[in-house]
C-alpha cells in the first residue's frame, strides 16, 4: 500500500525568508509524486509534480521541489517566501500499480507572517 | 480554470435520508473523482471513474454508490446519510491518468454537507 507522510502540521515563516514543506512517501516502484495547494475555501490547485527525470522540479508561484529517492522524500520549497503563499499544502503520490490512485497526505498550512 | 461545477454547494440534511452531489464537467475529461476532505485526514478517494458507466471503489466506499450515465455528469449518493459523512466532498478530473505527463487532477469548489 502507498503512503504519503506531512511531518507538520503547521508551518510558520517570515515573508522574504526561504520555505521548505516536508513530505515523505512510501510506495512500491518507481513514485509519482505531486504537490497542491488548497485556499480557503476553494479546491485544490495543482503545483507540480515528479514523473521521471531531473530530480529538482519547478512549479508555479516560484515553487519547486526536489525529489530524493534515497531519503523517500518531496519537499516543497520557495526561495522567499510571501504573504499570498499562506494556503494548505497537500503532497501526493501514486504508484504504477495503483496510477488511477493517488493518496494525499494530511496537508501542512503554511502561513507567511508579514 | 477548469469548467467543474458541484451541486449542491452546501445541504444540511437529517441522518437516514438519501443525499446526492453532483459533478458537471466542460473538459470532456475520461477520469472522475469523488474525494472527502476531512481535518487530520487530508483528502481520501471515494469512488472514481474511467469512463461512462465504468466506475470503481476508492479507500472509503463504504455508504456511498456512484453513477456516470454521461461523460460529463458524475454522481455521488449516499443512500442513508449518517453523521460521520459529515465532510467537504470534492469532485475532481483529469485527462489521463495521475502517472502520466497529463495526469494532474483538477479540483471542483467543493461541496460541504452536514449530518445532523
Known amino acids: 500500500a502507498q503512503s504519503v507522510a506531512q511531518p507538520e502540521d503547521q508551518v510558520n515563516v517570515a515573508e522574504g525568508n526561504p520555505l521548505t514543506v516536508k513530505c515523505t512517501y512510501s510506495v512500491s516502484g518507481n513514485p509519482y509524486l505531486f504537490w497542491y495547494v488548497q485556499y480557503p475555501n476553494r479546491g485544490l490547485q495543482f503545483l507540480l509534480k515528479?514523473?521521471?527525470?531531473?530530480?529538482l522540479v519547478k512549479g508555479s508561484y516560484g515553487f519547486e521541489a526536489e525529489f530524493n529517492k534515497s531519503q523517500t522524500s518531496f519537499h516543497l520549497k520557495k526561495p522567499s517566501a510571501l504573504v499570498s503563499d499562506s494556503a494548505l499544502y497537500f503532497c501526493?503520490?501514486?504508484?504504477?500499480?495503483?496510477?488511477?490512485?493517488?493518496?494525499f497526505g494530511s496537508g501542512t498550512q503554511l502561513t507567511v507572517l508579514p | 480554470d477548469a469548467g467543474i461545477t458541484q451541486s449542491p454547494r452546501h445541504k444540511v440534511t437529517e441522518t437516514g435520508t438519501p443525499v446526492t452531489l453532483r459533478c458537471h464537467q466542460t473538459?470532456?475529461?475520461?477520469?472522475m473523482y469523488w474525494y472527502r476532505q476531512d481535518p487530520g485526514h487530508g483528502l481520501r478517494l471515494i469512488h472514481y471513474?474511467?469512463?461512462?458507466?465504468?466506475?470503481d471503489k476508492g479507500e472509503v466506499s463504504d455508504g456511498y454508490s456512484v453513477s456516470r450515465s454521461k461523460t460529463e455528469d458524475f454522481l455521488l449518493t449516499l443512500e442513508s446519510a449518517t453523521s460521520s459523512q459529515t465532510s467537504v466532498y470534492f469532485c475532481a478530473i483529469s485527462e489521463t491518468l495521475p502517472g502520466l505527463s497529463t495526469g494532474e487532477l483538477f479540483f471542483g469548489e467543493g461541496s460541504r454537507l452536514t449530518v445532523l
Open positions: 501526493a503520490v501514486g504508484g504504477i500499480g495503483s496510477a488511477r490512485q493517488l493518496t
Open positions: 473538459e470532456n475529461h475520461r477520469y
Open positions: 471513474s474511467y469512463g461512462v458507466k465504468d466506475t
Open positions: 515528479y514523473i521521471t527525470g531531473d530530480n
